[in-house]
């Protein structure tokens, strides 16, 4: 069974411009999350989308937006980018059936973004 | 407010002897923890997880255990290999009310000496 997939794999931006990542979850899954790495911030959860619904979301502003097509592909969006913005944006994927479950989260390669 | 601490940054171990991570959580709605290996610049390798109506959980040469009074888990690698060594995150997620959303620690790095 295919992985998690991210594209682009890198992306080199400047400030003020807008960006779109790509995610394709795991065949079956229906849960999509994106999380943020920064080596000042680690790991920081952006927003799930389940079911083509956003169904959590972090503490990040409003320039960051996401959002699920039926067939569970998921793409975020970062508008007006800031040079704080470089990080490695990561997508994992599960069932998204967790409810006391053990539905785990699979992860993708990321999508290393470089504003300038 | 960091409500997953890994609160040894890194960690140095000989080949074949065990390795121990540790990582401890605040948040009492937690129910639900994960181990994840990172190589850098890739996604994290999900290992082993955790529910909180366990204490203890085991796959090959990995164990974790879960201590709900002391909000304390620790992950157990052994022997410890070579190729373990790489940047350790402990998650945690609070099903009932966050659904999916993983809180992460601040990692471990393991090194593994042949």
């Known amino acids: 069974k295919a992985g998690v997939t991210q594209t682009p794999r890198y992306l080199i931006k400047t400030r003020g411009q807008q960006v779109t990542l790509s995610c394709s979850p795991i065949?079956?899954?229906?849960?999509v999350s994106w999380y943020q790495q920064t080596p000042g911030q680690g790991l920081q959860f952006l927003f799930e989308?389940?079911?083509?619904?956003?169904?959590n979301k972090g503490n990040f502003p409003g320039r960051f937006s996401g959002r699920q097509f039926s067939n569970s592909r998921s793409e975020m969006n970062v508008s007006t980018l800031e040079l704080g913005d470089s990080a490695l944006y990561l997508c994992?994927?599960?069932?998204?059936?967790?409810?006391?479950?053990?539905?785990?989260?699979?992860f993708g390669p990321g999508t290393r973004l470089t504003v300038l | 407010d960091q409500q997953v601490k890994q609160n040894s940054p890194s960690l140095s171990v000989q080949e074949g002897r065990i390795s121990i991570l540790n990582c401890d959580y605040t948040?009492?709605?937690?129910?639900?923890f994960l181990w994840y290996k990172k190589y850098p610049a890739e996604g994290p390798t999900f290992l082993i997880s955790?529910?909180?109506?366990?204490d203890k959980n085991e796959d090959g040469r990995f164990t974790v255990f879960l201590n709900k009074s002391a909000k304390h888990l620790s992950l157990h690698i052994v022997p410890s290999q070579p190729g373990d060594s790489a940047v350790y995150f402990c998650?945690?997620?609070?099903?009932?009310?966050?659904?999916?959303?993983?809180?992460f620690g601040t990692g471990t790095r393991l090194a593994v000496r042949p």
């Open positions: 994992a994927s599960s069932h998204g059936t967790s409810g006391g479950g053990t539905d785990t989260q699979y």
């Open positions: 989308y389940f079911s083509e619904t956003q169904r």
């Open positions: 998650a945690a997620s609070a099903r009932r009310s966050s659904g999916d959303k993983l809180t």
């Open positions: 065949s079956g899954h229906r849960s």
């Open positions: 948040n009492s709605m937690f129910d639900y």
């Open positions: 955790i529910s909180s109506i366990k």
